[in-house]
């Protein structure tokens, strides 16, 4: 069973920065591709970025075009954590976010979850 645990999430103003954290359990964490999601009221779930291990110690991130530029994704396997760095944050952006593992762009491919950490960006 694979166990996520989201945190980092707040109230800021636009234009600031945020950094969301997950730490996973459960399963062999550095070859587990991790992905970011979020949730705005009323709207369907949106892939945000994801790291994919791809042989050795090399990862493959890739993103929205809709956060490309403004969020990194990154990842500790030492401590089995998988960030978010999000800046320049806009109204927008206000949502809950996810932490997810699986794969691809569609949260269908993704068979666990983290609670999700609510972000809520004031203009």
């Known amino acids: 069973q694979v166990h996520l645990v989201e945190s980092g999430g707040g109230l800021v103003q636009a234009g600031d920065s945020l950094r969301l954290s997950c730490a996973a359990s459960?399963?062999?964490?550095?070859?587990?591709?991790m992905a970011w999601f979020r949730q705005a009221p009323g709207k369907e779930r949106e892939f945000l970025a994801a790291?994919?291990?791809?042989?050795?110690?090399?990862?493959?991130?890739y993103y929205a075009d809709s956060v490309k530029g403004r969020f990194t994704i990154s990842r500790d396997n030492a401590k089995n954590t998988v960030d978010l760095q999000m800046n320049s944050l806009k109204p927008d952006d206000t949502a809950v976010y996810y932490c997810?593992?699986?794969?691809?762009?569609?949260?269908?491919?993704?068979?666990?979850w983290g609670q999700g950490t609510q972000v809520t960006v004031s203009s």
């Open positions: 459960g399963r062999t964490f550095s070859s587990a591709a």
């Open positions: 790291s994919k291990w791809t042989g050795g110690s090399s990862y493959l991130r």
């Open positions: 997810a593992t699986g794969y691809g762009r569609s949260s269908e491919g993704y068979a666990y």
